[in-house]
């Protein structure tokens, strides 16, 4: 018996492995600043499909920002790369550097 819970587990591990992995492949998002809103710590991003959030097609969305200093590193019309969470405010941008 021992042994099958052993398996299991392992099996178990793998799986879990293997789904991080794949979610974490999905979480940058590749977008374009279209307005930025420091008073409000708000950015407006059009951006590709998002996996991560659940997004299979293309949008242009407001965002918070959970660090308002990310603000100043952008500018309109910058390409982006980006992580979002859905969070009990709305989307927030957890991750915010220019594209290269």
């Known amino acids: 018996m021992t042994r099958f819970f052993r398996i299991a587990a392992a099996a178990a591990l793998t799986s879990a492995l293997t789904l991080t992995t794949a979610l974490a492949g999905d979480a940058d ?3 374009e600043v279209k307005k930025i809103d420091e008073a409000a710590g708000k950015i407006t991003l059009k951006h590709g499909p998002a996996k991560s959030l659940g997004m299979d097609e293309p949008m242009t969305m407001v965002y918070h920002v959970r660090d308002p ?7 309109v019309g910058d390409k982006v790369t980006f992580e979002a969470a859905q969070e009990a405010s709305g989307y ?3 991750k915010l550097q220019k594209s290269k």
């Open 92 to 94: 927030t941008v957890t």
């Open 69 to 75: 200093a990310v603000l100043k590193t952008v500018k």
């Open 29 to 31: 998002i590749s977008g």
